[in-house]
Protein backbone atom coordinates (compact mmCIF):
# COMPACT_ATOMS: atom_id res chain seq x y z
CA UNK A 1 0.00 0.00 0.00
CA UNK A 2 1.19 3.41 -0.72
CA UNK A 3 0.21 6.61 1.05
CA UNK A 4 1.48 9.00 4.22
CA UNK A 5 1.60 7.30 7.25
CA UNK A 6 1.79 8.96 10.77
CA UNK A 7 2.70 7.88 14.23
CA UNK A 8 1.33 7.89 16.97
CA UNK A 9 -2.17 8.62 16.17
CA UNK A 10 -2.23 10.45 19.71
CA UNK A 11 0.16 11.70 22.20
CA UNK A 12 -0.79 13.09 25.41
CA UNK A 13 2.09 15.18 27.58
CA UNK A 14 2.61 17.69 30.00
CA UNK A 15 3.72 21.39 29.47
CA UNK A 16 7.66 21.62 28.80
CA UNK A 17 8.16 17.99 27.92
CA UNK A 18 9.77 17.21 24.26
CA UNK A 19 7.66 15.39 21.52
CA UNK A 20 8.25 13.89 18.27
CA UNK A 21 6.31 12.97 15.50
CA UNK A 22 7.27 10.55 12.88
CA UNK A 23 6.00 11.16 9.07
CA UNK A 24 6.94 8.40 6.04
CA UNK A 25 5.72 8.37 2.54
CA UNK A 26 5.57 5.06 0.17
CA UNK A 27 4.82 7.24 -2.98
CA UNK A 28 7.97 8.11 -3.86
CA UNK A 29 7.32 11.75 -3.58
CA UNK A 30 10.06 14.54 -3.72
CA UNK A 31 8.40 16.82 -1.16
CA UNK A 32 7.27 16.14 1.81
CA UNK A 33 5.22 18.96 4.36
CA UNK A 34 4.21 19.65 8.06
CA UNK A 35 0.36 21.47 8.37
CA UNK A 36 -1.13 22.46 12.18
CA UNK A 37 -5.09 21.86 11.97
CA UNK A 38 -5.91 23.78 15.43
CA UNK A 39 -8.95 23.01 17.47
CA UNK A 40 -10.83 25.49 15.08
CA UNK A 41 -10.24 23.49 11.80
CA UNK A 42 -7.56 26.31 10.93
CA UNK A 43 -4.89 24.25 8.23
CA UNK A 44 -1.65 26.28 8.05
CA UNK A 45 1.90 25.11 6.83
CA UNK A 46 4.52 24.43 9.29
CA UNK A 47 7.27 23.25 7.24
CA UNK A 48 8.29 22.05 3.37
CA UNK A 49 10.91 19.92 2.39
CA UNK A 50 12.19 18.91 -0.92
CA UNK A 51 15.15 16.02 -1.24
CA UNK A 52 15.64 16.13 2.11
CA UNK A 53 16.51 20.26 2.00
CA UNK A 54 14.19 22.64 3.71
CA UNK A 55 12.14 24.72 1.32
CA UNK A 56 9.50 26.73 3.29
CA UNK A 57 9.66 27.53 7.26
CA UNK A 58 6.49 29.44 8.15
CA UNK A 59 6.69 31.91 11.21
CA UNK A 60 6.52 28.56 14.05
CA UNK A 61 7.94 29.46 17.86
CA UNK A 62 11.83 27.84 17.52
CA UNK A 63 10.71 25.09 19.39
CA UNK A 64 9.76 23.50 16.45
CA UNK A 65 12.29 21.65 14.37
CA UNK A 66 11.51 19.65 11.63
CA UNK A 67 13.69 16.57 10.34
CA UNK A 68 14.66 14.51 7.53
CA UNK A 69 16.85 11.44 7.17
CA UNK A 70 15.43 11.06 3.18
CA UNK A 71 12.96 12.20 1.19
CA UNK A 72 10.59 9.79 1.92
CA UNK A 73 10.41 10.66 6.13
CA UNK A 74 10.05 14.23 7.85
CA UNK A 75 9.17 13.86 11.67
CA UNK A 76 8.52 16.78 13.46
CA UNK A 77 9.68 17.43 17.07
CA UNK A 78 8.89 19.74 19.46
CA UNK A 79 11.07 20.85 22.14
CA UNK A 80 9.32 21.93 25.32
CA UNK A 81 5.99 21.72 24.41
CA UNK A 82 3.28 25.13 25.43
CA UNK A 83 -0.66 24.71 25.85
CA UNK A 84 -1.12 26.28 22.90
CA UNK A 85 0.30 22.92 20.75
CA UNK A 86 -2.21 21.32 20.99
CA UNK A 87 -3.92 20.61 17.85
CA UNK A 88 -3.29 17.81 15.14
CA UNK A 89 -0.27 17.89 13.01
CA UNK A 90 -0.87 16.55 9.65
CA UNK A 91 2.21 15.47 6.93
CA UNK A 92 1.45 15.39 3.67
CA UNK A 93 4.05 14.80 -0.21
CA UNK A 94 3.83 15.89 -3.17
CA UNK A 95 5.87 14.40 -6.20
CA UNK A 96 7.54 17.80 -6.42
CA UNK A 97 7.34 21.36 -5.17
CA UNK A 98 6.01 22.56 -8.36
CA UNK A 99 3.20 19.64 -8.16
CA UNK A 100 0.54 21.05 -6.81
CA UNK A 101 -1.60 18.13 -5.63
CA UNK A 102 -0.79 17.40 -1.69
CA UNK A 103 -1.74 14.07 -0.15
CA UNK A 104 -2.13 13.92 3.24
CA UNK A 105 -1.55 11.46 6.15
CA UNK A 106 -4.14 10.64 9.08
CA UNK A 107 -2.07 13.19 11.34
CA UNK A 108 -1.07 13.08 14.80
CA UNK A 109 -3.40 14.90 17.62
CA UNK A 110 -1.71 16.76 20.38
CA UNK A 111 -2.94 17.31 23.73
CA UNK A 112 -0.79 19.03 26.36
CA UNK A 113 -2.04 19.21 29.84
CA UNK B 1 -0.23 38.26 1.29
CA UNK B 2 -2.56 35.45 -0.20
CA UNK B 3 -6.03 34.38 1.33
CA UNK B 4 -8.76 32.50 1.01
CA UNK B 5 -12.21 33.10 2.07
CA UNK B 6 -14.90 30.24 2.55
CA UNK B 7 -18.64 29.80 3.79
CA UNK B 8 -18.44 30.23 7.38
CA UNK B 9 -18.78 27.67 9.78
CA UNK B 10 -21.55 25.12 9.02
CA UNK B 11 -23.68 24.57 6.42
CA UNK B 12 -27.09 21.85 6.98
CA UNK B 13 -28.39 20.68 4.37
CA UNK B 14 -31.00 17.93 3.23
CA UNK B 15 -30.47 15.12 1.31
CA UNK B 16 -31.12 15.35 -2.42
CA UNK B 17 -30.56 18.95 -1.93
CA UNK B 18 -28.46 21.03 -4.22
CA UNK B 19 -24.84 22.01 -2.64
CA UNK B 20 -23.13 25.69 -3.08
CA UNK B 21 -19.50 25.97 -1.03
CA UNK B 22 -18.27 29.36 -1.49
CA UNK B 23 -15.16 30.16 -2.09
CA UNK B 24 -12.81 33.81 -2.98
CA UNK B 25 -9.65 34.49 -2.59
CA UNK B 26 -7.04 37.03 -2.85
CA UNK B 27 -3.32 36.74 -4.75
CA UNK B 28 -1.63 38.49 -7.00
CA UNK B 29 -0.07 35.73 -8.88
CA UNK B 30 -3.15 34.37 -10.39
CA UNK B 31 -3.19 31.16 -8.37
CA UNK B 32 -4.43 27.59 -8.96
CA UNK B 33 -7.19 26.95 -6.79
CA UNK B 34 -8.30 23.58 -4.32
CA UNK B 35 -10.87 22.22 -2.92
CA UNK B 36 -9.99 19.12 0.01
CA UNK B 37 -12.21 17.28 1.47
CA UNK B 38 -11.69 15.96 5.22
CA UNK B 39 -14.07 12.96 6.82
CA UNK B 40 -14.18 12.69 10.54
CA UNK B 41 -10.80 11.32 11.30
CA UNK B 42 -9.78 10.75 8.22
CA UNK B 43 -6.35 12.61 5.93
CA UNK B 44 -7.83 15.68 4.03
CA UNK B 45 -8.09 14.65 0.07
CA UNK B 46 -7.83 16.32 -2.89
CA UNK B 47 -11.34 16.44 -4.46
CA UNK B 48 -10.91 19.12 -7.19
CA UNK B 49 -8.06 21.82 -8.68
CA UNK B 50 -8.32 24.45 -11.46
CA UNK B 51 -7.41 24.22 -14.55
CA UNK B 52 -5.82 26.58 -16.27
CA UNK B 53 -7.92 26.20 -19.18
CA UNK B 54 -11.08 27.09 -18.42
CA UNK B 55 -12.28 23.65 -18.02
CA UNK B 56 -14.42 22.85 -15.23
CA UNK B 57 -13.12 20.50 -13.22
CA UNK B 58 -15.57 17.33 -11.64
CA UNK B 59 -15.32 14.66 -9.24
CA UNK B 60 -17.62 12.74 -7.56
CA UNK B 61 -20.65 14.79 -8.81
CA UNK B 62 -18.78 17.79 -7.39
CA UNK B 63 -17.94 20.79 -9.87
CA UNK B 64 -16.30 24.33 -9.53
CA UNK B 65 -15.39 26.84 -12.18
CA UNK B 66 -12.99 29.52 -11.31
CA UNK B 67 -13.47 32.74 -12.10
CA UNK B 68 -11.01 35.11 -11.94
CA UNK B 69 -13.13 38.35 -12.35
CA UNK B 70 -14.29 37.84 -9.47
CA UNK B 71 -11.88 35.94 -7.55
CA UNK B 72 -14.23 32.65 -6.89
CA UNK B 73 -14.16 28.81 -6.99
CA UNK B 74 -17.38 27.95 -5.18
CA UNK B 75 -17.97 24.26 -5.06
CA UNK B 76 -21.27 22.57 -6.32
CA UNK B 77 -23.44 19.53 -6.55
CA UNK B 78 -27.24 18.88 -7.82
CA UNK B 79 -28.34 16.85 -5.01
CA UNK B 80 -26.45 16.45 -1.50
CA UNK B 81 -25.62 12.89 -0.39
CA UNK B 82 -25.54 11.77 3.27
CA UNK B 83 -22.04 10.65 2.50
CA UNK B 84 -20.75 14.07 1.49
CA UNK B 85 -21.21 15.14 5.21
CA UNK B 86 -17.65 16.79 6.02
CA UNK B 87 -15.30 19.08 6.33
CA UNK B 88 -14.52 20.86 2.85
CA UNK B 89 -11.50 23.38 2.35
CA UNK B 90 -10.85 25.66 -0.14
CA UNK B 91 -6.93 26.62 -1.19
CA UNK B 92 -4.55 28.34 -3.34
CA UNK B 93 -1.61 27.83 -5.04
CA UNK B 94 0.75 30.75 -6.65
CA UNK B 95 1.27 29.99 -9.90
CA UNK B 96 4.77 31.10 -10.07
CA UNK B 97 7.24 30.68 -6.68
CA UNK B 98 8.42 27.32 -6.43
CA UNK B 99 7.65 26.32 -3.24
CA UNK B 100 4.07 24.81 -3.57
CA UNK B 101 2.93 26.68 -0.84
CA UNK B 102 -1.11 25.70 -0.21
CA UNK B 103 -3.10 28.60 1.45
CA UNK B 104 -6.09 27.28 3.31
CA UNK B 105 -9.42 28.63 3.84
CA UNK B 106 -11.19 28.52 7.32
CA UNK B 107 -12.98 25.42 6.15
CA UNK B 108 -16.81 24.55 6.27
CA UNK B 109 -18.51 21.67 7.59
CA UNK B 110 -20.82 20.60 5.36
CA UNK B 111 -23.75 18.11 7.23
CA UNK B 112 -26.56 16.60 5.53
CA UNK B 113 -28.90 15.24 7.18
CA UNK B 114 -32.11 12.62 6.14
Known amino acids: ETAVFQTPNYHVTQVGNEVSFNCKQT?????MYWYKQDSKKLLKIMFS???????VNETVPRRFSPQSSDKAHLNLRIKSVEPEDSAVYLC????????????FGPGTRLTVL | GDSVTQTEGLVTLTEGLPVMLNCTYQ??????LFWYVQHLNEAPKLLLK?????KRPEHQGFHATLHKSSSSFHLQKSSAQLSDSALYYC?????????????FGQGTVLSVIP
Open chain 2, 50 to 54: SFTDN
Open chain 1, 92 to 103: ASSYSYNYAEQF
Open chain 2, 27 to 32: STYSPF
Open chain 1, 27 to 31: LGHDT
Open chain 1, 49 to 55: YNNKQLI
Open chain 2, 91 to 103: ALRRSTGGNNKLT
